[in-house]
Nanobody, 124 residues
Framework: QVQLAELGGGLVQAGGSLRLSCAASFRAFSNYAMGWFRQAPGKEREFVAAIRWSGGGTDYAEPVKGRFTVSRSNAKSTVYLQMNSLKPEDTAVYYC?????????????????WGQGTQVTVSS
């Protein structure tokens, strides 16, 4: 069973930056992509970004395009989410997730394993 561990959350002022990391306990050859999702209080979990292990292709949700960057280290089995120009509406618990099968990367129910989440709070 894969375990995912997120690090890097915290409190930051609007306009600031944070970098989240997600380390997998191991990476099977069948892994397809890693995704980042977030969930704010009272809201549904939403897609933020995803990166494919092979080729490094990325997808971003519209609200974070141009501000967030997802990247990976194959050697470390780690995925990163660099978040710049943070806004109060980015406040949420951020989760990383692993997707084993080929296919669309924006649906939460397409992912097989999830981390425990890390809180990101952006003050105005």
């Amino acid at each position: 069973q894969v375990q995912l561990a997120e690090l890097g959350g915290g409190l930051v002022q609007a306009g600031g930056s944070l970098r989240l990391s997600c380390a997998a306990s191991f990476r099977a050859f069948s892994n397809y992509a890693m995704g980042w999702f977030r969930q704010a209080p009272g809201k549904e979990r939403e897609f933020v970004a995803a990166i494919r292990w092979s080729g490094g292709g990325t997808d971003y949700a519209e609200p974070v395009k141009g501000r967030f960057t997802v990247s990976r280290s194959n050697a470390k089995s780690t995925v990163y989410l660099q978040m710049n120009s943070l806004k109060p509406e980015d406040t949420a618990v951020y989760y990383c997730a692993e997707k084993r099968s080929i296919g669309p990367v924006r649906a939460a129910n397409a992912y097989d394993f999830w981390g425990q989440g890390t809180q990101v709070t952006v003050s105005s």
